[in-house]
Nanobody, 124 residues
Framework: QVQLVESGGGLVQAGGSLRLSCAAS????????VGWFRQAPGKEREFVGS????????YYVDSVKGRFTISRDNAKNTVYLQMNSLKPEDTAVYYC?????????????????WGQGTQVTVSS
């Protein structure tokens, strides 16, 4: 069992930066892949990116490549989402999620554990 808590959301102007954190509790977090997702009002939850258990492999959706960076500190049981050059279309509730296993996946249904989400609002 893994519990996830996101933090770091807020209001930022376009072009600004935020760093989201996903703090995990539970055993063996360093064996889990962690994904970041977001959900804007009236839209489906969408994949943003993910990082493997060791932190040496990451994937990103095209719309955030070059602007967002995922990293993890397994000693602290924490995964980070650094967001730079933010745009109004990045406004959403951001969720972290975890799944056991090595397989890369961007599908919401394949992640077993979810945080409660943190709001990110980018003003123009």
């Amino acid at each position: 069992q893994v519990q996830l808590v996101e933090s770091g959301g807020g209001l930022v102007q376009a072009g600004g930066s935020l760093r989201l954190s996903c703090a995990a509790s539970g055993r063996s977090f360093n064996t889990y892949r962690v994904g970041w997702f977001r959900q804007a009002p009236g839209k489906e939850r969408e994949f943003v990116g993910s990082i493997n258990y060791s932190g040496d492999s990451t994937y990103y959706v095209d719309s955030v490549k070059g602007r967002f960076t995922i990293s993890r500190d397994n000693a602290k049981n924490t995964v980070y989402l650094q967001m730079n050059s933010l745009k109004p279309e990045d406004t959403a509730v951001y969720y972290c999620a975890a799944r056991a296993g090595l397989l890369y996946t961007s599908r919401v249904a394949t992640y077993d554990y979810w945080g409660q989400g943190t709001q990110v609002t980018v003003s123009s």
